[in-house]
């Protein structure tokens, strides 16, 4: 048997390649909970045990990781050896490929990462028509209870769950993108543990849950090949996403914990840096971007107290609306009469840092770029090229496509004291040549390229990751990325929903929230400015309101909020989570607690409580992970840690106080 360890689990592989066992440290002292007895019926081995990763040939009739045209695989096992974690090698005899898998958990977390490298060490091409990047499986003797995230445009990362006693569960997208329609994200309940999938890919993929008659639930992760084989010319190799797994012993919402350390993780470094509370202008002008008016919106913003001013859409040659512009990244001359350079240094004279929107991977057919090179865009041969939000994406894969991009980057971030980048992706792929391999892996790859530049090359900037919304939220994003907008929908009580989805695969630090004058898509009850304060406050705070017309009152009371926020920022940034009660609850909250403090941020996301007409008593919010013996104090009230945790803290909602900033002030243990 080989174990790898992390913080506090562990991953145990045996014989042929069969996990062993995967829990707490020490779980594999003893039987395996994978192991089965009793003779295969119909089936092969491979179908019923629990395999790490399976050829069709080993696992045939179950869902198989790896597939190639024509043959019917059978690796056999080579060298098994401790290399940075756990390395396994197989080989294919007869069409000379060749997989090393990988396992390792990532430095101080408990989340174990998986891929695979798939080499054609013979002499024809290989075409491989499936290609995961690892199998895990969960002990389930009376089936799986499995939780996802769905979604649409405007109403991402809705939670939900389904009881799979037997059968087949498969989410997925097939846009080139990670999609509206679901989070690379599964989680398995088994009684009180549970366990967690995610996958580090921002093109097409999929995650498939199987449920066997003999108790046992494997879920595959991997890339989707939507578009066709992946080829491998001899001497060539293929690297899978990763596939990152977890186990908690405290449920879903120890799963997000452990989710969160692992995202804190791929920031490293980038952790340490403040995110700003930042003013974004496209809910105030939309495309109607004028200097003066945009400098009107920054001198609001500084005294609100934001720090960084970002200019949405609209600020580039022939861009008078969605129709065109898109390629031809020159600031508008007729928009900045006095330069470009002059407006952004009026805006941060204002004490403002300055950002900007951009679309780079995208073209409208009325555009400079477009006329000059109308074969970067995707098409197939013979067919018709179809837009959606009148616009074309470019071929990201090809060479010539990502040095414009790169170019065109660097020359704003050079050109320009820019120090946010607001990177958008407002539509999927459609038309692709298939007859070109791997377009999508091509595609990702040179965008994980840019990325990477941008970090090194500029690294004082923030970066926020967009896609219409949440469309391209994933681990390979949050490591490459230091911000991303989980949705368009601004509204108070549709947010909420989505932030709590959102919360439960991924860290607060990563999620931009604005506050806006937004009413109500899926729920248009009303909610007060504090409650949109409070509530964008949960992760990285921004403001997008048309803030010119704001009372004076209203403009006084978002800047004590900003304060406020700013104050605790780093708890809400770095701090362990907690959620407490959820969306449709009457108690809806999260906690937030770094060393010695705690902040918790309340919500009223039900009615009211009688407007004290009646007798009514306070809701509670039974805090977690405090210390019992000692006392937490707010205002002048204190708190025993056991009595915030079994009683709960109280809170009281009125007509005029429907949310709340709570910070408790740790004070010495109970003698």
Known sequence: MWTITGASTEYTIGDQLTLHAWGPHGVSDGPSPYSFSGKVQYLLRGDVAAVEYAPDG???FLGADLAVAGEVLTLALGEVAFDDGLRADLHDERTGLSLTLRWRFAPGTDVVERWAVVHNGGDAPVALTRLGSAGFSVPTPSGATLHYLWGQWAQEFTPASVRLTRGCFEIGSAQGVTGHQFSPYLAVENGDAAYGIQLAWTGSWQIVADAD?????????????????VTLSPGESVTTPIAAGVYSADGLDGLARQWHAYERHLAGERLGRTRKVIYNSWEATAFDVTAAGQLALA??????????????????VGRPDDHSGLGDWTPDPAKFPDGFGAFVDAVRAKGLEFGLWVEPEMVNPKSALYSDHPDWVYQASGRPRTTIRNQYLLNLGREDVYAFVRDTLDR???????????????????EADRAVDDLDGAHVRNLYRLLDH?????????????????????????AR??????????????????????????????????VTDSEGMFDERQRSL??????????????GADITRWSAGTRASAAA???????????????VVHRIGGPGQRRCAVQYTLGSRVVVLAWNAGGLDGLDRVPARDIRLPLRGLDPAARYRHGSVSYSGSHLMAAGLPVRWTPTHDADLIELERTPALL
């Open 454 to 478: 941008l970090r090194a090359a500029h690294p004082d900037v923030t970066v926020e990751g967009c896609a219409a919304g949440g469309a391209r939220v994933d681990l390979a994003i949050a």
């Open 58 to 60: 080993e696992r045939p």
């Open 412 to 430: 704003l971030l050079t050109t320009y004291p820019i120090s946010y980048l607001k990177w958008d992706f407002n539509r999927p792929r459609t």
């Open 299 to 316: 001198d609001v913003a500084a005294s609100l107290g934001v720090e960084t001013f970002v200019v949405d859409d609209g600020w580039f």
């Open 530 to 543: 504090a409650f949109r304060f409070v509530l964008a406050g949960a992760g990285v705070l921004g403001i």
């Open 213 to 229: 008659v003999a108790g046992l639930t494997r879920i595959r992760a991997g890339r989707q090949l939507s578009d066709g084989p």
């Open 561 to 575: 909020w900003v304060e406020r926020y700013k104050g605790v920022r780093d708890v809400i940034h770095r701090g």
């Open 481 to 514: 990325a230091d911000v991303v907008w989980p949705s368009d929908n601004t509204a108070p009580l549709d947010r909420l929903r989505i932030q709590d989805g959102f919360l439960s695969a991924h860290a607060p630090h990563l999620m931009s929230s604005w």
